[in-house]
């Protein structure tokens, strides 16, 4: 070949792929947009300006680039994981950076923010609108919300906290005494235990709905009812989608649902994060763990397949041994069998393993492959557990990748 | 007598409560609901506390105070016996029983307006004195005896399958012991209704022994030479018994001690005339459950005392000093 020919040629080529190669076909509602897009650790940035083509103005302040429409703000403070809807705070697992004077921001986080749904198959990146949440609107159980729930009483601690975590904190007026999370509970005032509630106390402080889960007094709810409350009782989630789920329905009676989208979104990025810098590790190479629910002369209680707690196990990257069993209900023998690597429970559990001559045989326990830890985290199915919790037991795991988190 | 202070005690009970509804207001209340008027000047969710919450509540607790008192009198009289109570026959463990698996089937079969709970309590309760009574009985007779020997063994095998039961749903476990330590929290007019009508029946039934009471008290060879059909007594009484036992349990738990402490306390004021201790038995049970039931839910601010363990503090020392004095 003609070598004065060769270089341009060969500049040319290294050109097109530059050019081409931070250019990404995303497909939104069937209509093709050449984005520019670069991918870290699989994960799209996509330069900001682009949103202008979907209707948000850009804006760069010092630290900071903010996206808007008319009915929702979000905030990127750039080179950190912080983002803010709204009012809500919240952490990503990617980080919003510059590069060359351009501001790139997580594609699928913003997307799925201003309702879409985003999916990826290696080539293509597809977005598709879902419906718009159209006030009144019916809830499940046949209730009307005219705008939105202005006042709620929460009768479990999970849904304390989910809604705290939905930026709604302020509209609880009554809580139950397990409700300890977040600090702010502190000022809401109780209404009894999760069993015996006290139903005066509830009908005087005229919330607009209550909101139960799990474990209640039938009688009470009813009687609710009959007052011409919104009584809604949901089951705890049982795996992570479940809390998606859970916090998306919680959005729309709330009128929250651009910052229950965005949540949804930011644990769906932690959780992501945590599969990819575990994606290397075949399932035989990862570790066995177990979780403490109860020990002792009662018996051994743990979290079996069908629970919340052994999905986040899963997500953690270990291999939950009570997977065998569905339900609560274990035995100290097959615990023996197993050896899990790891232990981990909370204070009273963990002492009383450590305690007693019948655990002494437990490889976890004598090599102190055991963790203390906070039960609420990982028994409350709430945004905590991927928040904190998913962390924790990373670290327990796998501590030589937690810090590759970014969370 | 009596009557009018269960009656005074009933409207006190409607004016106290964790919210303060002033006694005018509650006045008022209850007189527009008799007269069937609205009340527009007072707020919505006062009225609502007062007629739907505290007034089923304090005519269920009346209601089942009575019936528990009465049918722990009436069994005294048959065993001839102090110490037996309305669950001698098994009713209590049969209920527990059945409310707990009830809870554990977590089904939403709900009957007459009442929950799965206290329907297969009730189921529980009924099906065991049943049980008590085929074991019990021989021929045409049925030894006092073999019911309290019958009685006790099954309970003891029923307390054995809850264990079981509670070993395979240990997630349940607190609703359970919640349900067995007995509450009125969340009563309401269905309840009332449901079992208003069998309760009145079996009250009068029960009221209708109290002379052939008197005689089997005696003894039952002396009862019968007095002409007494002493097997169709024992037979009616134990029958009404349980069945005024068996509704008490399924709306309100296992509550204890009224049937046994009421007794006594109304044989030494009243005498043992059963003519005259079955009615006053009857409203004193009320009274005694309402006051007890009034304090479960006031005594702390926003904490419901279960009711089973008020009955137990009053009615323990209070059994004690009595068998201090009786000795």
């Known amino acids: ?407 | 007598m009596l009557c009018i202070a269960l009656a005074g005690l009933m409207l006190a009970a409607a004016g106290v409560g964790t919210v303060k509804i002033p006694v005018r207001d509650v006045a008022r209340i209850m007189g527009s609901w008799l007269l069937s008027k609205d009340c527009p000047e007072i707020k919505g969710s006062h009225i609502f506390i007062v007629l739907n919450v505290r007034l089923p509540r304090i005519l269920l607790s009346a209601i089942v105070g009575a019936a528990l008192a009465l049918g722990g009198t009436c069994l005294q009289g048959v065993f001839g016996n102090p110490m037996a109570d309305p669950y001698v026959m098994g009713s209590s463990t049969g209920a527990a029983f059945g409310a707990t698996l009830g809870i554990v089937l977590g089904l939403n079969q709900g009957l007459l307006g009442l929950g799965t709970t206290s329907v297969f309590a009730f189921c529980g309760a009924l099906g065991t004195t049943a049980l008590v009574y085929k074991l019990a009985v021989t021929g045409d007779r049925v030894s006092t005896t073999s019911i309290l020997l019958a009685g006790i063994v099954v309970s003891s095998i029923l307390s054995s399958a809850i264990s079981l039961l509670m070993l395979f749903n240990h997630q349940q476990l607190a609703r359970v012991v919640t349900w067995t330590m007995g509450s009125f929290n969340g009563a309401n007019w269905q309840q009332v209704w449901v079992v208003l009508v069998p309760m009145v029946i079996g009250t009068g039934i029960l009221l209708s022994q109290a002379r052939e009471l008197n005689a089997l008290v005696m003894g039952e060879e002396d009862a019968q030479s007095l002409g007494v059909p002493v097997e169709r007594v024992k037979k009616i009484v134990l029958i009404a018994a349980s069945f005024l036992a068996a509704c008490a349990v399924s709306v309100s738990g296992i509550i204890g001690f009224v049937g046994l402490i009421v007794p006594h306390l109304c044989r030494l004021i009243f005498g043992a005339d059963h003519r005259m201790l079955l009615p006053t038995t009857a409203v004193g049970g009320g009274i005694f459950l309402l006051l007890c039931d009034t304090l479960a839910r006031t005594a702390i601010k926003g904490v419901e005392i279960p009711v089973g363990v008020v009955t137990s503090l009053f009615g323990g020392p209070f059994f004690l000093y009595l068998l201090r004095r009786t000795k």
């Open chain 1, 1 to 407: 070949m003609n070598r004065k020919l060769l270089i341009p040629l060969i500049m040319l080529l290294v050109f097109s792929t530059v050019a081409f190669g931070a250019e990404q076909l995303v497909s939104i509602d069937g209509r093709e947009y050449l984005f520019d897009v670069k991918f870290i650790e699989k994960v799209p940035f996509v330069n900001a300006e682009h949103f202008k083509e979907l209707g948000l103005t850009v804006k760069r302040a010092d630290e900071a680039v903010i996206l808007a429409n008319a009915e929702v703000e979000i905030r990127f403070v750039l080179e950190s994981n912080q983002v803010q809807v709204n009012d809500l705070a919240l952490t990503l697992a990617e980080r919003a950076f510059t590069q060359e004077e351009k501001t790139y921001v997580p594609l699928s986080f913003v997307l799925e923010t201003i309702n879409y749904q985003v999916s990826f198959d290696g080539t293509h990146i597809t977005a598709l609108s879902n419906p718009e949440v159209v006030y009144p609107l019916k809830t499940q159980e046949g209730y009307v919300i005219g705008e939105d729930v202005k006042s709620v009483i929460s009768l479990a601690p999970g849904v304390t906290e989910k809604l705290f975590a939905l930026g709604v904190g302020d509209r609880i007026k009554g809580r139950t005494t397990y409700c300890n999370y977040p600090a702010e509970v502190g000022n809401i005032p109780l209404v009894g235990t999760l069993d015996e509630p006290d139903l005066e106390l509830m009908l005087s402080l005229e919330p607009d709905a209550v909101i139960a889960e799990t474990h209640f007094k039938e009688e009470i709810l009813k009687q609710l009812k009959a007052a011409g409350i919104m009584t809604i009782a949901r089951k705890s989630p049982e795996d992570v989608s479940g809390i998606y789920s859970y916090m998306l329905d919680l959005g729309m009676l709330f009128n929250k649902n651009y910052e229950a989208r965005a949540l949804v979104a930011s644990m769906k990025s932690k959780a992501a994060r945590t599969e990819y810098i575990l994606q290397d590790i075949p399932l035989e190479d990862r570790p066995t763990a177990y979780y403490v629910v109860g020990t002792g002369q009662w018996g051994e209680y743990t979290a079996g397949r069908d629970t919340f707690i052994s999905r986040l196990i899963a997500l953690a990257g270990a291999v939950n041994v009570a997977d065998d069993v569905e339900g609560w209900s274990y035995s100290l023998e097959r615990l023996i069998e197993h050896d899990p690597d790891y232990i981990f429970g909370n204070d009273f559990n963990l002492d009383t393993m450590l305690a007693n001559d019948n655990y002494r045989v437990l490889s976890a326990l004598t090599g102190k492959n055991y963790l203390v830890i906070d039960q609420d985290v990982i028994e409350r199915a709430a945004p905590r557990a991927l928040d904190e919790g998913l962390r924790v037991l990373v670290g327990l795991f796998h501590p030589d990748r937690v810090d590759r988190l970014g969370f």
